[in-house]
Structure formats: C-alpha cells, structure tokens
C-alpha cells in the first residue's frame, strides 16, 4: 500500500524504500528522523506499517489503575507521586483497605487491575506479595498487570531474592504481566541527570528478560521530553528491539510525553504535538517487532490521539479509572475515559474499536 507522500529528500526516499522493503532502520536512519521537519511523510509511512501489522483495528481494555503505596525511597526528579513516610498525603493501603477501594469504583466490564506505586522500604517484600494475593482471591476475573521493572528490582534487594526468585513468588500470587514504566530512557547518563536512582539500564532490561523467560508477557516504555538528546530515544528504542529479538516478550510500546510539574504550566513547559506525534510515528517505525505501538490518551490527550491512530499507534490504552500517576505531575487530561467515548475516539479516527484482554485477544470488535 504505497501511501507515503513522495519526498525529493533523497535520505527519506531512501528510509521510505528500505522500511518497503522490510530492511529495519539503524540508529543513524532514526536520528535523521527526529530531525526531519517531514511529518506527513514520517507518520503516512508509520500508517503503512501499522495497516500491514494490525490492520484498522485499534485496541483498548476495560482496566482500573491502583495504586497501594506513595511512600518511595527513590527520588526521581520527574515524579510528583511519591512521598516520603510520615509527610502530609503518604499512605500504604492493606489487602482489605484496597479491596474496600475497589469495591467503590470497580464496575463489572472490568478486565486488569493495573498496579505501580512508590519503593516503599518500610514494609517487606511480603507486603507487596500479600497486596496481589489479596485482589487475585477477591477479583480471580481480573488480570493483575503489576508492577515495573524498577519494582522488582527493589523487590530483590530488599528480599535478598533473585529477580527470578521475586517473580515466581508473584506468579503464584496471581500476577499475569508486567507494566512498562520505570524505562524512562534508557541511558546511564540521563539517569544520573535526572536523579533516577532506582533500577539502572541493564537491570531494568535484565527483569522484563527473566519475566519472558518465565511466560509473563510485558510491557515497555519511553518517558521523553526532559534532558535526553534525541539519539538518545533512538538507541532507547534499539535496546529494546534487540531484547525483543531475543524473547519476543514485549506485547506493546508506549511513549509516554513528560508532564510538567504543575497543570498550569505554559504550553512552552510541555512538549509539542509534533512532537508527541513524531514520537509515536518514530517508534512504530523502528521497532518492527513489536505488534503495537501505544497512543497514551492520558499524557497527549484524546483529540491528539485520534491523529496519532493515523501515524502508526495501534492502542489507546484503556478506561484507567482514576489515573493518578501523570495527573501527580501535571497532566490536563481526564482521570478516565468511558467505553463509549473509547469507542467513538476511536471510530473518529475511521478505524475499527477492538475491546482486548490484557494478553491482546479480543474480547469485542465494534464495527
């Protein structure tokens, strides 16, 4: 389907032609990429790719974001969320706390419970086995999708486990896959820039390659628009490319636009649409491997997410009730979104609405 505008940039004709052709594009090709000022060109190519991948369909789950502790020990200098023990709004909900929670918001549609929070180390290792225990008992239907990289990591060091130690003992207490967050970029000098001191590059990569190991099915992510340089995300996206060639673990890529501090900050404080639309167009582009590259409503917005459905992304994530994360740190958008207002995003943007489960089969087709 040959769609893509035609460029007299020889250096884009040439990426048009190899991406045509099946050859993947290397570090130098993504970088001229972020460079180009070619969007139509960059997100019509990422279109093609994405039809060939999923076709029209674009998917969503019915899911609900929980969140059992803020208190962290890390100090990220991107991240309004944690809090430190005894500060004014820390909390650690029990088992039957959350569960009482869930019993106020949850409604029936409801397929995956999707759980981060703060590297709380005032309470052991056990707590965190416990908390899934515990919904897993109450709610055996829903999916628990829980916890990051960084998570389990922190889960190692304060247990004395192995990290394959530390996700066997959550697989038997219910959990099914991983979220994707705690990436950031993936570059040792940005996070000693950003003050990321918690699960470094190769530890970070090293958990979601033992979590595919052991039949979990993950997530990733790129937190962008901070102090990276754009060969930066370039090589972010190749390290997790050349993980996935490994052992095929990841289900999706969610490029997840940095959030200023405050909501009221000046659009110069947040990153622009070209931007976040290159992001998404971008990566459809250089990760071949993956099935899908994620739209992430909650970070760019629904209007802008009905564009990026044309620029390669092939999920919008779900319902997320009561997001609290990128709200923490300054997100304008809703803290969820209806199955109905999901459904006609979607369908505004002239593509098929797919309700999933949290391993991708489909659950529904609108058309």
């Keep these: ?211 595919h190991q052991l039949g979990l099915r993950t997530h990733t992510t790129m937190l962008y628009g901070s102090v990276e340089k754009k060969e930066d995300r370039i090589h972010h996206m190749l390290q997790l490319r050349e993980l996935q060639d490994e052992t095929n673990g990841f289900q999706v890529f969610i490029p997840l636009s940095m959030q200023p501090i405050s909501p009221k900050a000046s659009i110069r404080r947040r990153n622009s649409a070209f931007d976040d639309l290159k992001a998404i167009a971008i990566s459809r582009l250089m990760l071949d491997n993956f099935q899908h590259i994620k739209a992430y409503f909650i970070n760019i917005g629904t209007q802008l997410t009905q564009v990026a459905l044309t620029m390669g992304a092939s999920d919008v994530h779900g319902t997320m009730v009561k997001e609290r994360i990128s709200h923490a740190a300054g997100a304008l958008t809703p803290e969820g979104i209806t199955r109905e207002d999901l459904i006609w995003l979607i369908k505004g943007a002239g593509r098929i609405p797919v309700e999933r489960d949290t391993f991708y089969n489909e659950v529904k087709v609108y058309e």
């Excluded at 059992?68 to 820390?90: I, L, M, P, S, Y």
């Excluded at 549609?109 to 919904?135: C, T």
């Excluded at 959990?175 to 040792?188: F, M, N, R, V």
């Design 1 to 211: 389907m040959n769609v893509a505008i035609p460029t007299a940039d020889k250096q884009m004709q040439a990426i048009v032609e190899k991406v045509r052709s099946g050859e993947r594009l290397n570090q130098e090709d993504g970088e001229f990429l972020y460079r180009s000022d070619d969007l139509l060109t960059i997100g019509q190519l990422a279109n093609e790719v994405n039809l060939k991948k999923n076709g029209r369909k674009v998917y969503f789950i019915e899911n609900m974001s929980l969140y059992f502790t803020n208190v962290c020990e890390a100090h990220c200098a991107f991240c309004n969320f944690r809090k430190d023990q005894g500060d004014e709004g820390a909390y650690t909900l029990s088992g039957p706390e959350m569960i009482a929670y869930v019993e106020q918001h949850i409604h029936p549609d409801v397929r995956e419970f999707h759980i981060v929070g703060g590297h709380n180390p005032h309470v052991p290792f056990q707590y965190y086995v416990d908390s899934l225990k515990a919904l897993n008992e109450r709610f055996p239907e829903v999916a628990l999708k829980a916890y990051t990289a960084a998570e389990i990591d922190f889960f190692s060091r304060i247990s004395g486990l192995t990290y394959k130690e530390v996700l066997q003992e959550l697989i038997a207490a219910g959990l099914q896959s991983l979220t994707g967050g705690g990436a950031e970029i993936l570059s040792d000098e940005y996070r000693k820039k950003m003050r990321v001191d918690k699960a470094d590059v190769s530890q970070y990569l090293e958990v979601h390659r033992i979590a």
